[in-house]
């Protein structure tokens, strides 16, 4: 569960994935029915001025003693260089000793990889310098083209917006759907992209007249209880089974049939949270055709039974307008 969130800063930070973080974890959205977050801005020394290559400066009101007792740590952005304050990096390793959760957006990556923190783990960064992230820290596992990676306490993602879809994959972790939908909602973004949608496409892919994947997604999400296959979605788009096929795994990262899953459990978290509907009858509206297949697709996705995820997650009709962000 995440109370506190720290933000670290050094000179040369990135503006907008500064504001990234803030927009997640920083702004009070009491009018949304949601309690903000202890939200503090750290630097080296408080009330200091940090600068960024826009010209802007930023005046951190906290320390680093502030990141202390932080539930998250996010890193954002900042100019790649040879040495990182030993400060700061040692504070990043009391927080992972601790147990705190380490969000990173973009290069912020390379601080977690100066203190040592990506050694044998999963991570990524921004396409641009994800070989640079290799060769430094070559004990990591760097994925150049995902948008970002969940590693349990280590999250990283990729360049600008993939901040975005990470911070709400980790609020949907921690929070449940229901807040992580409310805070996308709020910022007018999707509530969710995969973390495995590829950062980029290598090569042009020839253009549908009329959007037809955008128009048969919206289609798809709107009729997730119904039966589809691939050979009736590649009719409905005018393509052929295998170029249909290969051109959504292309656009998207991942396979059809593997898309509808993910959204029909997204659907399914958000039933689990919000209403008492029988197990079977959740997997009935979310498309599965049976409660013991619902049950192995949500443990794949989520890593717990969906009876779990609703003690977690589901809201107290009792206290619905009162339950909080934090709490």
Not at 107 to 121: C, I, K, T, V, W
Not at 248 to 256: H, K, L, Q, S, Y
Not at 260 to 273: G, I, K, M, N, S
């Amino acid at each position: 569960m995440i109370h506190s969130v720290a933000v670290p800063l050094i000179d040369d930070f990135a503006m907008f994935e500064f504001g990234v973080v803030c927009e997640v974890f920083g702004l009070d959205r009491s009018y949304a029915g949601l309690r903000p977050f202890d939200f503090r801005v750290c630097g080296l020394e408080p009330g200091v001025p940090l600068t960024n290559p826009t010209g802007a400066s930023i005046i951190p009101p906290f320390g680093l003693e502030a990141m202390e007792d932080a539930d998250l740590i996010a890193v954002p952005a900042a100019r790649i260089r040879d040495d990182y304050p030993e400060e700061l990096l040692d504070a990043l390793r009391r927080a992972d000793a601790r147990g705190a959760i380490l969000l990173s957006v973009c290069s912020g990556a390379f601080l977690l990889g100066e203190a040592g923190l990506l050694d044998g783990r999963d991570c990524t960064t921004h396409w641009r310098y994800a070989d640079a992230l290799a060769r430094r820290y070559p004990k990591a596992r760097v994925d150049p083209d995902v948008l970002f990676v969940d590693a349990g306490n280590l999250i990283t993602s990729a360049g600008t917006s993939s901040g975005i879809d990470a911070s709400l994959h980790l609020v949907r972790r921690e929070l449940g759907s229901a807040v992580a939908n409310t805070i996308a909602r709020n910022m007018v973004v999707p509530p969710q992209r995969d973390g495995g949608q590829r950062q980029y496409i290598d090569r042009p892919v020839p253009e549908v007249a009329g959007d037809t994947f955008s128009e048969l997604l919206d289609y798809l999400s709107d009729r997730l209880d119904e039966s589809h296959t691939v050979d009736a979605l590649a009719k409905r788009a005018h393509m052929s089974t295998r170029s249909f096929a290969r051109r959504f795994v292309a656009e998207t990262g991942v396979a059809p049939m593997q898309w509808l899953t993910r959204q029909r459990v997204l659907h399914a978290r958000l039933l689990l949270e919000t209403t008492e509907l029988p197990i079977d009858e959740v997997a009935r509206q979310c498309g599965f055709s049976s409660a013991t297949l619902f049950r192995h697709h949500f443990a794949q996705e989520v890593g717990v039974a969906p009876t779990q995820y609703r003690r977690s997650f589901a809201s107290d009709p009792a206290d619905e307008g009162a339950r909080s962000l934090v709490g």
